[in-house]
Every structure is written in structure tokens, then in C-alpha cells.
């Protein structure tokens, strides 16, 4: 009977190790994971590529052509409106969902970004609101979004 206590505490210690080191494991994996995702968030470059790829694919899709340094159009950028169906149609193109997936905006929320980006309810948007909303919806809710709800509310 003594040898047969002395395998089952065994078998539960090496349990409790084996507990151990996966947790410890997962917090690592957690944290890295953590750590790559600020990373790709913070990244200018990144941001400033996709951005650019979108607001020159919505001119394009709306039959306008930019210059190729887009910082000298900015003005006639970022107040030119954006109607709903032309917006719904642009999303669905494969480079504009690419760009957005770069971007970590998730495919789900595609089909409402719209209804999300117009905040006036004006029906159309403008592309200062697109990369202002698209700049917001980039990584996990924080405290300071939920707290901007409650005070809409």
C-alpha cells in the first residue's frame, strides 16, 4: 500500500510541475503576443503605407486621380465626401480589404464601417473621417473609448 501512495503523490506532483511550467508558458506566449501587436500598432510606416493605399484607391474608385505626392492635395483630401453605396462598393475591393486587414480592422466590422466612420449621420463621410475612425478603431477598446460612449449616451 506504501508504494502505491508514494506513485500516486508522484504522478500528482509531477501534475503540479507540468501545471506550472504551462502557465508559465502561456503567460510568456501572452505577453509577446502583447508586446508584437504595440509594436505593429505603434508603426508609423506601416500606418502611413495603408492610409495612403486606401485614400488613393477611394479617389481612383471615385474616377479622381491624385498626384503622386499626396501631401500637396491634402486639403481637396480630406473634405472630399464619400456617398454610402460608393463606399460600400469600394470596401469590397481586394486591395481596400487587405489594406484594412494590415491595419488590424477586422473583416466583421467591414460591412458597418460606414454606419461606424459617419458620425453625423450625414449619410456620406468625409476622408478626414475615414482615417481619423479607421486610426481609432485600431486595436483593442480601451478605457478611455468605453468612457466616451458612456458620456454620448
Known amino acids: 500500500i506504501c508504494c502505491l501512495v508514494l506513485f500516486f503523490v508522484t504522478i500528482g506532483?509531477?501534475?503540479?510541475?507540468?501545471?506550472?511550467f504551462v502557465e508559465s508558458t502561456m503567460v510568456t506566449a501572452m505577453t509577446l503576443n502583447a508586446a508584437r501587436k504595440s509594436e505593429r500598432l505603434?508603426?508609423?510606416?506601416?500606418?502611413a503605407t495603408r492610409i495612403s493605399v486606401l485614400v488613393r484607391t477611394l479617389f481612383e474608385y471615385?474616377?479622381?486621380?491624385?498626384?503622386?505626392?499626396?501631401?500637396?492635395?491634402?486639403?481637396n483630401v480630406s473634405s472630399m465626401p464619400v456617398?454610402?453605396?460608393?463606399?460600400?462598393?469600394?470596401?469590397?475591393?481586394?486591395?481596400?480589404?487587405?489594406?484594412?486587414?494590415?491595419?488590424?480592422?477586422?473583416?466583421?466590422?467591414?460591412?458597418y464601417l460606414f454606419d461606424i466612420l459617419d458620425n453625423d449621420n450625414?449619410?456620406?463621410?468625409?476622408?478626414?473621417?475615414?482615417?481619423d475612425g479607421l486610426q481609432r478603431l485600431r486595436g483593442d477598446p480601451r478605457r478611455s473609448d468605453i468612457i466616451t460612449v458612456d458620456l454620448m449616451v
Do not use: C, Y
Not at 506532483?13 to 507540468?18: C, D, G, H, M, T
Not at 450625414?122 to 482615417?131: A, F, N, R
Open 13 to 20: 506532483l509531477f501534475n503540479v510541475i507540468s501545471a506550472i
Open 42 to 47: 505603434s508603426n508609423t510606416k506601416l500606418w
Open 62 to 75: 471615385n474616377g479622381l486621380e491624385l498626384k503622386e505626392n499626396m501631401s500637396e492635395e491634402i486639403s
Open 122 to 131: 450625414t449619410g456620406s463621410i468625409l476622408v478626414s473621417q475615414l482615417v
Open 83 to 111: 456617398e454610402e453605396s460608393v463606399f460600400q462598393a469600394w470596401i469590397r475591393e481586394p486591395e481596400v480589404v487587405k489594406a484594412l486587414k494590415d491595419l488590424e480592422i477586422p473583416t466583421e466590422d467591414h460591412k
